[in-house]
T-cell receptor, first 117, second 114 residues
Framework: GAVVSQHPSRVICKSGTSVKIECRSL??????MFWYRQFPKKSLMLMAT?????????EQGVEKDKFLINHASLTLSTLTVTSAHPEDSSFYIC?????????????FGPGTRLTVL | AQSVAQPEDQVNVAEGNPLTVKCTYS??????LFWYVQYPNRGLQFLLK??????LVKGSYGFEAEFNKSQTSFHLKKPSALVSDSALYFC????????????FGRGTSLIVHP
């Protein structure tokens, strides 16, 4: 199957700093990318959906200014957690979908563990 | 609105026994159904999907799922469980008549005992 990479896999930062997470589709063009946050009790929360070249669509309750998403190319999307605080500590997962078909599955990155001290 | 229910938080099964992880859904239009597996500290991996055709779908690692339209279910099954199957399993659905964004279930932890 298609491969999606995420970098970094793990990051520890001080409160107040910004952290950027990259998501790349390595062998296909991702017209749509998704960013999820996974909580300790495992549920996946969709944060935002982005289409290449367009502004991201954020889910209700997700702060746009806090979680900046850029999808500048068909193979790269970035999530920047601005002025991170301990409550932002979580496991962030991106996924990508090629083409516009409703039947296409998503391919997930390996996730990024963010710890804010 | 579309929704997915995974009624079991955890499923325990002995190695070698058959396993079932349940999923029911609600969508507008025809359902497109997916199963994903997540191993600890990893992203999700695609297992299988139902789009149309045979109700029994075969996927990776010996897993299969049965689409049941009347019961709006898409349960994941495997005839003989392995300890290495222990992981978190997510069901997802997208409807042909609704949002193009899939909805995920809350996940089911599968624990296979030796």
């Amino acid at each position: 199957g298609a491969v999606v990479s995420q970098h970094p896999s793990r990051v520890i930062c001080k409160s107040g700093t910004s952290v950027k997470i990259e998501c790349r589709s390595l062998d296909f063009q991702a017209t749509t990318m998704f960013w999820y946050r996974q909580f300790p009790k495992k549920s996946l929360m969709l944060m935002a959906t982005s289409n290449e070249g367009s502004k991201a669509t954020y889910e209700q309750g997700v702060e746009k200014d806090k979680f900046l998403i850029n999808h500048a190319s068909l193979t790269l999307s970035t999530l920047t957690v601005t002025s991170a605080h301990p409550e932002d500590s979580s496991f962030y997962i991106c996924s990508a979908r090629g083409g516009g078909g409703l039947t296409n599955e998503q391919f997930f990155g390996p996730g990024t563990r963010l710890t804010v001290l | 609105a579309q929704s997915v229910a995974q009624p079991e938080d955890q499923v325990n099964v002995a190695e070698g026994n058959p396993l079932t992880v349940k999923c029911t859904y609600s969508v507008s239009g025809n359902p497109y159904l997916f199963w994903y597996v997540q191993y600890p500290n990893r992203g999700l991996q695609f297992l299988l999907k139902y789009i149309t055709g045979d109700n029994l779908v075969k996927g990776s690692y010996g897993f299969e799922a049965e689409f049941n339209k009347s019961q709006t279910s898409f349960h994941l099954k495997k005839p003989s469980a392995l300890v290495s199957d222990s992981a978190l399993y997510f069901c997802a659905v997208r409807g042909s008549g609704g949002s193009y964004i899939p909805t995920f279930g809350r996940g089911t932890s599968l624990i296979v005992h030796p």
